[in-house]
């Protein structure tokens, strides 16, 4: 069974910047476990099925101007109905008329009461984003990541190989460090993988022989990034006579990383390879490609257009 992943209802709270209206004193922390949001509608006119209480609703324009035109009554008979299933918190985008019957229901349900000044759509994009990457799938691979020209590199290989050396050198030349040695991996949707850093060890760097380093101090903030897309894997390694390696880049290699496939070059290192501008070109390279220009497919659909011709004439 996949693992669960949560986030706090409070962390949720100040990220997005929500006014809080009610909230229950417990002393347990509330915890979101569903990335998708629920908006409350049907709910209001007594339609329940599909209503998973642990998902967070939201209430917008809509919603309130049917509330608005019931009566009394039926306005607490609503509200009731719904806040008594327990939703998991409720986001309100607009302002409305009946704030004290919903504050009272909400605290005898002890349902969170939260209220934002953005319009629902955005708060609903916003939310949806900040709930796809706290809950994604994830795993830490060993490695280093970059963003090079754009593109995020994800830099592996052995231990003692020169990842991190390499990244200083990249560094260098105006790139920017995502995460050194320990790379933590979401996949925020079906294709797309996101790269951080433990926190305990962001803006870091191991030097092998100096030590600890501090990027942000010692290169300026624009030399880190807090997280990146993983568009491609390197994979370095020592170089070995007995390989056989890919000299025209038509075999396409990949990595597949919580059942996303990446793009991966295997790059063979000797004493004297300029690893770091090796690297710069196989981020273009790959940008080239993802914009529909392959090198290695023109090359030899050219080489074997003058053997065609050749072959012509001599025929």
Not at 19 to 41: C, D, F, N
Not at 115 to 124: F, G, L, V
Not at 276 to 296: C, D, F, P, S, T
Request: charged share 20%; proline share 5%.
């Amino acid at each position: 069974m996949p693992h669960q992943y949560t986030v706090p209802l409070k962390k949720l709270i100040k990220d997005l910047n929500l006014q809080i209206l009610y909230y229950p004193k417990t002393e347990e922390e509330i915890l979101v476990s569903h990335a998708e949001l629920m908006r409350p509608g049907l709910a209001f006119t007594g339609f329940f099925q599909g209503f998973v209480p642990a998902r967070i609703n939201m209430i917008g324009r809509t919603e309130l101007a049917y509330l608005e035109t019931l009566p009394p009554h039926l306005l607490r008979q609503s509200l009731e109905g719904f806040l008594s299933r327990s939703p998991k918190a409720v986001i309100i985008t607009q302002d409305f008329s009946f704030r004290p019957l919903f504050l009272e229901l909400a605290e005898k349900y002890c349902v969170p009461l939260m209220q934002s000044p953005e319009n629902t759509t955005h708060m609903a994009a916003q939310l949806n984003a900040k709930l796809s990457l706290e809950l994604a799938p994830r795993t830490t691979v060993h490695g280093v990541l970059m963003e090079i020209y754009g593109e995020g590199v994800l830099l592996t290989g052995d231990s003692g190989v020169g990842k991190s050396e390499t990244a200083l050198e990249l560094l260098k030349r105006g790139h920017r460090l995502i995460a050194d040695d320990a790379v933590e991996i979401r996949k925020v949707s079906t294709n797309s993988l996101v790269g951080t850093a433990p926190e305990l060890i962001r803006n870091y760097i191991e030097l092998r022989g100096i030590g600890i380093i501090n990027v942000a101090k010692l290169f300026g903030m624009g030399a880190v990034r807090t997280e990146n897309e993983i568009n491609l894997i390197v994979n370095i390694v020592p170089w070995n006579t007995q390989e056989v390696y890919d000299r025209l880049g038509l075999e396409e290699q990949y990595m597949e990383l919580l059942g996303v496939k990446v793009p991966m070059n295997t790059i063979p290192i000797t004493p004297g390879r300029n690893l770091a501008m090796i690297l710069e070109v196989a981020a273009m390279n790959n940008r080239q490609k993802k914009l529909g220009y392959n090198a290695a497919l023109e090359f030899t659909e050219q080489v074997n257009q003058h053997f065609d011709e050749n072959m012509g004439k001599n025929g």
